[in-house]
Protein backbone atom coordinates (compact mmCIF):
# COMPACT_ATOMS: atom_id res chain seq x y z
CA UNK A 1 0.00 0.00 0.00
CA UNK A 2 1.32 3.75 -0.88
CA UNK A 3 2.05 5.16 2.30
CA UNK A 4 2.85 8.74 2.51
CA UNK A 5 6.57 9.63 2.98
CA UNK A 6 5.37 12.11 5.92
CA UNK A 7 2.94 10.00 7.26
CA UNK A 8 3.19 9.17 10.93
CA UNK A 9 3.76 6.25 12.33
CA UNK A 10 0.19 4.63 13.77
CA UNK A 11 1.19 1.15 15.38
CA UNK A 12 3.61 -1.66 14.30
CA UNK A 13 1.95 -3.39 11.49
CA UNK A 14 0.96 -6.89 12.65
CA UNK A 15 -1.72 -9.14 13.83
CA UNK A 16 -5.01 -6.81 14.59
CA UNK A 17 -4.40 -5.38 18.54
CA UNK A 18 -7.04 -3.45 20.42
CA UNK A 19 -4.98 -1.01 22.27
CA UNK A 20 -3.86 -1.00 25.54
CA UNK A 21 -6.62 1.53 27.43
CA UNK A 22 -3.71 2.51 30.31
CA UNK A 23 -3.65 6.17 29.60
CA UNK A 24 -7.25 6.12 27.85
CA UNK A 25 -9.03 5.22 30.78
CA UNK A 26 -13.21 5.14 30.70
CA UNK A 27 -13.38 9.13 31.70
CA UNK A 28 -16.27 8.12 34.19
CA UNK A 29 -14.41 5.79 36.17
CA UNK A 30 -14.42 6.80 40.16
CA UNK A 31 -10.63 4.72 40.27
CA UNK A 32 -9.26 6.42 36.92
CA UNK A 33 -6.44 3.28 37.11
CA UNK A 34 -6.06 -0.28 38.07
CA UNK A 35 -2.54 -1.08 39.41
CA UNK A 36 -2.54 -3.26 35.90
CA UNK A 37 -2.77 0.11 33.77
CA UNK A 38 -0.10 1.75 36.10
CA UNK A 39 2.59 -1.50 34.82
CA UNK A 40 1.85 -1.05 31.45
CA UNK A 41 2.64 2.83 31.66
CA UNK A 42 5.92 1.81 33.64
CA UNK A 43 6.73 -0.70 30.76
CA UNK A 44 5.93 1.43 27.79
CA UNK A 45 9.24 1.90 26.81
CA UNK A 46 8.56 4.43 24.23
CA UNK A 47 7.14 6.62 27.06
CA UNK A 48 9.08 5.86 30.17
CA UNK A 49 12.32 6.33 27.61
CA UNK A 50 12.18 9.94 26.64
CA UNK A 51 10.81 10.60 30.60
CA UNK A 52 14.02 9.35 32.15
CA UNK A 53 16.12 10.48 29.50
CA UNK A 54 14.82 13.98 30.42
CA UNK A 55 15.39 13.37 33.92
CA UNK A 56 18.81 12.07 33.52
CA UNK A 57 19.18 15.36 31.85
CA UNK A 58 18.14 17.77 34.74
CA UNK A 59 18.08 16.59 37.86
CA UNK A 60 21.41 16.43 39.49
CA UNK A 61 22.51 15.57 43.74
CA UNK A 62 20.78 18.16 45.66
CA UNK A 63 17.55 18.97 43.52
CA UNK A 64 14.34 18.84 44.70
CA UNK A 65 11.62 17.43 42.10
CA UNK A 66 7.76 17.11 42.19
CA UNK A 67 6.23 14.19 40.56
CA UNK A 68 2.74 15.75 40.06
CA UNK A 69 0.47 12.81 39.82
CA UNK A 70 2.73 10.18 40.81
CA UNK A 71 0.66 6.80 40.55
CA UNK A 72 3.15 4.07 41.80
CA UNK A 73 5.85 6.96 41.86
CA UNK A 74 7.76 5.81 39.35
CA UNK A 75 9.28 9.47 38.86
CA UNK A 76 9.74 10.11 41.68
CA UNK A 77 12.08 6.95 42.03
CA UNK A 78 13.76 7.38 39.40
CA UNK A 79 14.57 10.80 40.53
CA UNK A 80 16.19 9.58 43.67
CA UNK A 81 17.77 7.47 41.64
CA UNK A 82 19.58 10.13 39.83
CA UNK A 83 20.70 11.81 43.45
CA UNK A 84 17.41 14.53 44.08
CA UNK A 85 17.77 15.18 47.35
CA UNK A 86 14.11 15.61 47.89
CA UNK A 87 11.23 14.09 46.17
CA UNK A 88 7.54 15.24 46.85
CA UNK A 89 5.31 12.82 45.38
CA UNK A 90 1.47 13.70 44.70
CA UNK A 91 -1.41 11.65 44.34
CA UNK A 92 -5.28 11.64 44.67
CA UNK A 93 -5.56 8.07 44.25
CA UNK A 94 -4.79 4.88 46.60
CA UNK A 95 -2.24 3.49 44.37
CA UNK A 96 0.16 6.07 46.32
CA UNK A 97 0.54 3.44 49.11
CA UNK A 98 2.11 1.09 46.15
CA UNK A 99 4.71 4.21 45.73
CA UNK A 100 5.24 4.22 49.36
CA UNK A 101 5.94 0.57 49.97
CA UNK A 102 8.40 0.80 46.46
CA UNK A 103 10.31 3.78 47.74
CA UNK A 104 10.74 1.33 50.83
CA UNK A 105 11.91 -1.35 48.83
CA UNK A 106 14.30 0.82 46.60
CA UNK A 107 15.88 2.45 49.81
CA UNK A 108 14.31 5.48 49.23
CA UNK A 109 12.10 5.93 51.64
CA UNK A 110 13.85 8.96 53.49
CA UNK A 111 13.84 11.46 50.34
CA UNK A 112 10.54 10.63 49.26
CA UNK A 113 7.76 13.05 50.53
CA UNK A 114 4.85 11.55 49.91
CA UNK A 115 1.55 13.59 49.74
CA UNK A 116 -1.82 11.58 49.37
CA UNK A 117 -4.63 14.42 47.76
CA UNK A 118 -5.18 16.61 44.65
CA UNK A 119 -2.11 18.37 43.80
CA UNK A 120 -4.14 21.85 43.72
CA UNK A 121 -4.71 21.81 47.66
CA UNK A 122 -1.17 20.94 48.47
CA UNK A 123 1.24 23.22 50.23
CA UNK A 124 5.27 22.05 49.09
CA UNK A 125 7.33 23.39 52.25
CA UNK A 126 9.74 24.78 49.43
CA UNK A 127 9.84 25.19 45.35
CA UNK A 128 11.39 21.89 43.04
CA UNK A 129 13.88 22.86 40.38
CA UNK A 130 11.97 19.76 38.72
CA UNK A 131 8.17 19.42 38.16
CA UNK A 132 7.68 16.14 36.44
CA UNK A 133 3.84 14.80 35.42
CA UNK A 134 1.66 12.82 33.42
CA UNK A 135 -1.48 13.93 33.29
CA UNK A 136 -2.59 13.56 29.47
CA UNK A 137 -5.40 10.84 28.49
CA UNK A 138 -5.64 9.81 24.83
CA UNK A 139 -4.58 13.41 24.06
CA UNK A 140 -3.31 16.20 26.52
CA UNK A 141 -6.43 18.11 26.45
CA UNK A 142 -8.15 15.85 29.14
CA UNK A 143 -10.01 15.94 32.39
CA UNK A 144 -7.95 18.95 34.23
CA UNK A 145 -4.40 18.72 33.04
CA UNK A 146 -3.74 21.98 32.33
CA UNK A 147 -5.20 23.50 34.95
CA UNK A 148 -2.94 21.07 37.41
CA UNK A 149 0.05 22.15 35.76
CA UNK A 150 -0.94 25.72 35.69
CA UNK A 151 -1.34 25.83 39.22
CA UNK A 152 1.78 23.75 40.41
CA UNK A 153 4.11 25.50 37.85
CA UNK A 154 3.07 28.65 39.03
CA UNK A 155 3.39 27.71 43.03
CA UNK A 156 6.28 25.97 42.86
CA UNK A 157 8.66 25.92 40.29
CA UNK A 158 11.91 27.25 41.44
CA UNK A 159 12.60 30.63 38.62
CA UNK A 160 14.51 28.49 35.95
CA UNK A 161 13.42 25.34 36.76
CA UNK A 162 12.70 22.74 33.78
CA UNK A 163 8.95 21.39 33.51
CA UNK A 164 8.78 18.17 32.37
CA UNK A 165 6.98 17.60 29.59
CA UNK A 166 8.42 21.00 28.45
CA UNK A 167 5.60 21.23 25.93
CA UNK A 168 3.18 18.92 23.31
CA UNK A 169 2.42 19.17 19.57
CA UNK A 170 -1.35 17.74 18.37
CA UNK A 171 -1.23 16.86 15.30
CA UNK A 172 -3.63 16.45 12.41
CA UNK A 173 -4.17 13.86 9.11
CA UNK A 174 -6.89 12.73 7.15
CA UNK A 175 -7.56 8.60 7.59
CA UNK A 176 -9.27 5.93 5.73
CA UNK A 177 -10.60 3.52 7.97
CA UNK A 178 -14.23 2.27 6.53
CA UNK A 179 -14.64 -0.24 9.60
CA UNK A 180 -13.68 2.29 12.06
CA UNK A 181 -16.28 4.44 10.45
CA UNK A 182 -18.68 1.99 10.70
CA UNK A 183 -17.54 0.96 14.36
CA UNK A 184 -17.61 4.45 15.79
CA UNK A 185 -21.19 5.88 13.94
CA UNK A 186 -23.08 2.66 15.09
CA UNK A 187 -25.33 0.04 12.75
CA UNK A 188 -27.92 1.69 10.68
CA UNK A 189 -30.43 -1.41 11.40
CA UNK A 190 -31.32 -2.91 14.62
CA UNK A 191 -33.37 -6.13 14.75
CA UNK A 192 -36.41 -6.86 12.64
CA UNK A 193 -36.17 -3.75 10.78
CA UNK A 194 -35.54 -0.94 13.01
CA UNK A 195 -33.89 1.91 11.81
CA UNK A 196 -31.26 4.02 13.54
CA UNK A 197 -30.43 6.92 11.57
CA UNK A 198 -31.32 9.68 14.52
CA UNK A 199 -28.61 8.04 16.57
CA UNK A 200 -26.43 7.95 14.02
CA UNK A 201 -26.31 11.36 13.29
CA UNK A 202 -25.15 11.81 16.75
CA UNK A 203 -22.65 9.97 16.56
CA UNK A 204 -20.81 11.30 13.58
CA UNK A 205 -20.63 13.90 15.50
CA UNK A 206 -18.92 12.56 18.38
CA UNK A 207 -15.51 12.11 18.96
CA UNK A 208 -14.01 8.29 19.25
CA UNK A 209 -10.82 6.87 20.34
CA UNK A 210 -9.04 3.82 18.91
CA UNK A 211 -8.67 1.76 21.82
CA UNK A 212 -12.17 0.79 21.14
CA UNK A 213 -11.34 -0.62 17.96
CA UNK A 214 -8.25 -2.11 15.78
CA UNK A 215 -6.14 1.03 16.01
CA UNK A 216 -5.27 3.34 13.41
CA UNK A 217 -2.34 2.33 11.69
CA UNK A 218 0.09 3.95 8.70
CA UNK A 219 -1.37 2.97 5.82
CA UNK A 220 -4.47 4.60 6.77
CA UNK A 221 -3.23 8.07 6.84
CA UNK A 222 -3.94 9.96 3.22
CA UNK A 223 -2.89 13.11 3.53
CA UNK A 224 -0.16 15.18 5.39
CA UNK A 225 0.23 15.59 9.00
CA UNK A 226 0.55 18.71 10.61
CA UNK A 227 0.25 20.61 13.78
CA UNK A 228 -2.88 22.65 14.49
CA UNK A 229 -1.90 23.87 18.51
CA UNK A 230 1.34 24.00 20.71
CA UNK A 231 0.84 23.27 23.99
CA UNK A 232 3.86 24.50 26.06
CA UNK A 233 3.63 23.91 29.51
CA UNK A 234 5.82 26.92 31.24
CA UNK A 235 2.94 29.28 29.75
CA UNK A 236 -0.48 27.19 28.81
CA UNK A 237 -3.46 28.33 31.26
CA UNK A 238 -6.70 25.81 31.28
CA UNK A 239 -8.63 27.75 28.14
CA UNK A 240 -10.28 26.59 25.01
CA UNK A 241 -7.22 25.49 22.59
CA UNK A 242 -7.88 26.17 18.63
CA UNK A 243 -5.76 25.72 15.66
CA UNK A 244 -5.81 25.33 11.55
CA UNK A 245 -4.31 23.11 9.46
CA UNK A 246 -3.37 22.74 5.38
CA UNK A 247 -3.47 19.10 4.61
CA UNK A 248 -2.58 17.79 1.38
CA UNK A 249 -3.71 14.41 0.23
CA UNK A 250 -1.09 12.10 -1.00
CA UNK A 251 -3.28 9.40 -2.91
CA UNK A 252 -6.86 8.40 -4.06
CA UNK A 253 -8.56 7.60 -1.14
CA UNK A 254 -11.82 7.56 0.69
CA UNK A 255 -11.24 10.23 3.63
CA UNK A 256 -13.86 9.02 6.51
CA UNK A 257 -12.38 11.33 9.10
CA UNK A 258 -9.86 12.99 11.07
CA UNK A 259 -7.16 11.39 13.48
CA UNK A 260 -5.63 13.22 16.52
CA UNK A 261 -2.36 12.73 18.54
CA UNK A 262 0.46 14.19 20.26
CA UNK A 263 3.91 15.01 19.50
CA UNK A 264 5.77 15.10 22.98
CA UNK A 265 8.97 17.20 23.48
CA UNK A 266 9.62 15.71 26.80
CA UNK A 267 12.58 18.02 27.32
CA UNK A 268 14.12 20.19 24.43
CA UNK A 269 16.68 17.01 23.77
CA UNK A 270 13.38 13.78 23.99
CA UNK A 271 10.46 13.14 23.22
CA UNK A 272 8.13 10.60 21.13
CA UNK A 273 4.83 10.54 19.83
CA UNK A 274 2.06 9.49 20.75
CA UNK A 275 1.61 7.71 17.01
CA UNK A 276 5.10 6.20 16.95
CA UNK A 277 5.35 2.36 16.34
CA UNK A 278 5.96 0.85 19.60
CA UNK A 279 4.08 3.01 21.74
CA UNK A 280 0.93 1.54 23.73
CA UNK A 281 -0.17 3.97 26.35
CA UNK A 282 -2.15 6.41 24.37
CA UNK A 283 -4.72 6.12 21.99
CA UNK A 284 -5.69 8.13 19.05
CA UNK A 285 -8.45 10.23 18.82
CA UNK A 286 -11.11 10.19 15.21
CA UNK A 287 -13.28 12.83 14.35
CA UNK A 288 -15.63 10.91 11.74
CA UNK A 289 -16.58 13.16 8.43
CA UNK A 290 -20.80 13.14 7.77
CA UNK A 291 -20.06 11.04 5.11
CA UNK A 292 -17.00 9.26 3.45
CA UNK A 293 -15.75 11.44 0.62
CA UNK A 294 -13.43 10.13 -2.19
CA UNK A 295 -9.99 12.26 -2.41
CA UNK A 296 -7.42 12.26 -5.00
CA UNK A 297 -3.95 13.11 -5.19
CA UNK A 298 -3.19 16.87 -4.32
CA UNK A 299 -6.44 17.81 -3.12
CA UNK A 300 -6.34 20.52 -0.49
CA UNK A 301 -8.05 19.69 3.09
CA UNK A 302 -8.05 22.69 5.08
CA UNK A 303 -9.00 22.05 9.05
CA UNK A 304 -10.51 24.47 12.28
CA UNK A 305 -10.50 22.75 15.35
CA UNK A 306 -10.91 23.66 18.79
CA UNK A 307 -11.41 21.80 22.30
CA UNK A 308 -12.06 22.79 25.37
CA UNK A 309 -9.39 22.40 27.85
CA UNK A 310 -10.29 19.60 29.71
CA UNK A 311 -11.02 18.09 25.87
CA UNK A 312 -15.09 18.00 25.32
CA UNK A 313 -16.67 19.32 23.54
CA UNK A 314 -15.01 19.31 20.26
CA UNK A 315 -14.96 21.22 17.28
CA UNK A 316 -14.01 20.37 13.84
CA UNK A 317 -15.08 22.03 10.22
CA UNK A 318 -13.24 20.30 7.17
CA UNK A 319 -13.20 21.86 3.95
CA UNK A 320 -11.91 19.76 1.08
CA UNK A 321 -11.08 21.56 -2.18
CA UNK A 322 -10.39 18.97 -5.35
CA UNK A 323 -7.77 19.64 -7.74
CA UNK A 324 -10.51 20.48 -10.09
CA UNK A 325 -12.12 23.01 -8.08
CA UNK A 326 -14.91 20.74 -6.37
CA UNK A 327 -15.72 21.77 -2.82
CA UNK A 328 -16.98 20.21 0.26
CA UNK A 329 -17.37 21.90 3.66
CA UNK A 330 -18.38 19.86 7.00
CA UNK A 331 -19.12 22.05 10.13
CA UNK A 332 -18.91 19.47 12.94
CA UNK A 333 -18.66 19.51 17.13
CA UNK A 334 -18.96 16.99 19.20
CA UNK A 335 -21.94 18.91 21.34
CA UNK A 336 -24.31 17.87 18.57
CA UNK A 337 -23.65 14.39 19.63
CA UNK A 338 -24.89 15.01 23.03
CA UNK A 339 -27.98 14.06 24.07
CA UNK A 340 -30.53 17.12 25.56
CA UNK A 341 -29.74 17.97 28.70
CA UNK A 342 -31.87 16.85 31.80
CA UNK A 343 -33.51 20.18 31.85
CA UNK A 344 -35.05 20.16 28.91
CA UNK A 345 -35.90 16.66 28.55
CA UNK A 346 -38.27 16.85 31.95
CA UNK A 347 -39.38 20.12 30.31
CA UNK A 348 -40.68 17.86 27.34
CA UNK A 349 -41.82 15.41 29.75
CA UNK A 350 -43.74 17.88 31.21
CA UNK A 351 -45.80 19.40 27.83
CA UNK A 352 -45.52 16.23 26.47
CA UNK A 353 -47.93 15.06 29.74
CA UNK A 354 -49.52 18.42 29.38
CA UNK A 355 -50.78 18.03 25.87
CA UNK A 356 -51.56 14.43 26.63
CA UNK A 357 -53.67 15.74 29.25
CA UNK A 358 -55.15 18.56 27.02
CA UNK A 359 -55.50 16.15 24.21
CA UNK A 360 -53.97 19.18 22.36
C1 LIG B 1 -1.46 8.83 33.88
S1 LIG B 1 -1.19 8.58 35.58
C2 LIG B 1 0.55 8.73 35.65
C3 LIG B 1 1.16 8.01 36.83
C4 LIG B 1 2.68 8.10 36.86
N1 LIG B 1 3.15 9.45 36.99
C5 LIG B 1 3.28 7.48 35.63
O1 LIG B 1 3.69 8.23 34.74
O2 LIG B 1 3.33 6.25 35.52
C6 LIG B 1 -1.77 10.12 36.24
C7 LIG B 1 -1.96 10.11 37.75
O3 LIG B 1 -2.28 11.42 38.19
C8 LIG B 1 -3.18 11.33 39.28
N2 LIG B 1 -3.83 12.65 39.39
C9 LIG B 1 -4.72 13.20 38.53
N3 LIG B 1 -5.07 14.42 38.96
C10 LIG B 1 -4.37 14.67 40.09
C11 LIG B 1 -4.27 15.79 40.98
N4 LIG B 1 -4.98 16.91 40.79
N5 LIG B 1 -3.45 15.69 42.05
C12 LIG B 1 -2.73 14.57 42.26
N6 LIG B 1 -2.78 13.48 41.45
C13 LIG B 1 -3.58 13.53 40.38
C14 LIG B 1 -4.08 10.17 38.87
O4 LIG B 1 -4.74 9.59 40.01
C15 LIG B 1 -3.08 9.22 38.24
O5 LIG B 1 -2.58 8.31 39.17
Redesign the pocket.
Known amino acids: MDIPADAPEFSAPGPLLVACPC ?1 AEDRTSPA ?2 DLHD ?1 AR ?2 ADEARMGPYVQALQAVVTPGSVVA ?6 G ?2 ALVACRLGARRVYA ?4 D ?1 IQVGRELARENGVADRIVFFH ?4 EVELPERADVIV ?4 GVLPLYR ?1 HLA ?1 VADFRTRFLKPGGVLIPARDRLMVAVVERPDLYEWAVGPAHGPIGVTLESMRARLRNATFADRECDRLRPECVVTTAAAWATLDYATVQPLPIAGCAELRVQRQAIGHGLALWFEADVTGECGFSSASAQLNCYGRLFLPWPRPLALSKGDQVDVDLWAQADGEPWGWNSTVTAVDGARAAFKQSSFLSMPSKPVASVRDARSATLSQETGS
Request: proline share 0%.
Open positions: LMYYMIDVGSGTIFIETGVGDSRSDLREI
